[in-house]
């Protein structure tokens, strides 16, 4: 197993955002290894981080480098649930909750983890190392289902076309691994998209969103951190692609929303106010600096609000 290394990205602009009291309280729902958290920490006095996080890679890795700080609390758990998990540790209200969306580059990294088109691996995708594999997934799922998880978290245009070689391919011996249905793709898109890019990616990704539910997951983890949020306390997420941060924006949108009456209603009958403060009114994106030192952060964007 390789050391959990991750390269946070847009650290200080992430940890800037949440404004920190050095004697709040804190959550890093997505701890890594423990990047984020660690700046987090720096900033801290009487002030308490919990870092949370679903791998047991990660736990094990956050576990150990922060071991000695006494302002660190580590929670094993999926940040979706971080309300239920903090309020075992009688925990109802924080200052500031951080989350960094997406796979890591240790998942990427480590081949046996399954993420990886380029190397060939048990086909698995799990986050939690536990549930349903991808491999459970290509195996059997419906060319219909497998179409639509491919069209609707992959944006692949040629979902149709994979899917039908995936269930084809498949009625001859199960596909176990990740080089594998990197082959089944490459066999059922054009001759052009071959040249062009890794005909997997998008395959990839849509199976690894369908595989860790990342984006019901990402909406009850901006509920459920929201509701815990103390008013004035700050939310800041970093997404990876256009879906994830679909879901961020909407979510932000629809919390900052005040009165929802029609416009010609003399008065206001909903009664509804803003729950937020939008921050970012454009995400912040890395900068030139920090692309050519991390490229995998070249899509990155962090959004940022605050509790009215």
């Not at 004697?23 to 720096?42: C, Q, R």
């Not at 395959?203 to 004035?232: C, H, M, W």
């Amino acid at each position: 197993m390789l050391a959990f290394s991750h390269i946070p990205v847009m650290l200080y602009e992430a940890v800037d955002g949440l404004n920190i009291n050095p004697d709040g309280i804190y959550v890093d729902g997505t701890a890594g290894g423990g990047g984020h958290s660690a700046e987090i920490l720096s900033r801290l006095q009487g002030g308490t981080l919990y870092s949370i996080d679903q791998d047991p890679d990660a736990i094990a890795a956050v576990t150990e480098r922060f071991k000695d700080n006494p302002n660190s609390v580590i929670i094993r758990g999926n940040f979706c649930d971080m309300k239920a998990l903090l309020a075992q540790k009688n925990v109802f209200s924080v200052d500031g909750v951080l989350l960094d969306i997406g796979v890591s580059s240790h998942q990427l990294d480590d081949k046996d983890r399954g993420f990886s088109f380029h190397e060939d691996a048990p086909l698995d995708m799990r986050m939690s190392r536990q549930g349903q594999s991808a491999a459970d997934l290509v195996n059997t799922l419906s060319a219909e289902e497998l179409s639509q998880i491919l069209f609707d978290y992959g944006e692949e245009k040629f979902a149709r076309s994979i899917a039908n070689g995936i269930v084809k391919a498949r009625e001859d011996k199960p596909i176990e691994t990740t080089l594998e249905l990197a082959e089944i793709v490459k066999n059922n898109v054009p001759q052009k998209i071959r040249r062009e890019t890794h005909p997997a990616r998008k395959t990839f990704q849509a199976l690894r969103i369908a595989v860790n539910r990342e984006l019901d997951v990402l909406g009850e983890g901006i509920k459920s951190a929201y509701e815990l949020l103390s008013p004035g306390g700050r939310l800041c997420i970093i997404t990876f692609h256009s879906l994830e941060d679909r879901v961020v924006k909407r979510a932000m949108k629809e919390l900052s929303k005040g009165c929802t009456c029609p416009p010609d209603f003399p008065v206001c009958v909903c009664g509804n106010k803003p729950k937020v403060k939008i921050i970012t009114h454009k995400p912040i994106t890395p900068s030139g600096e920090e692309l050519e030192n991390n490229p995998r952060a070249r899509s990155a964007k962090l959004r940022i609000c605050e509790k009215l």
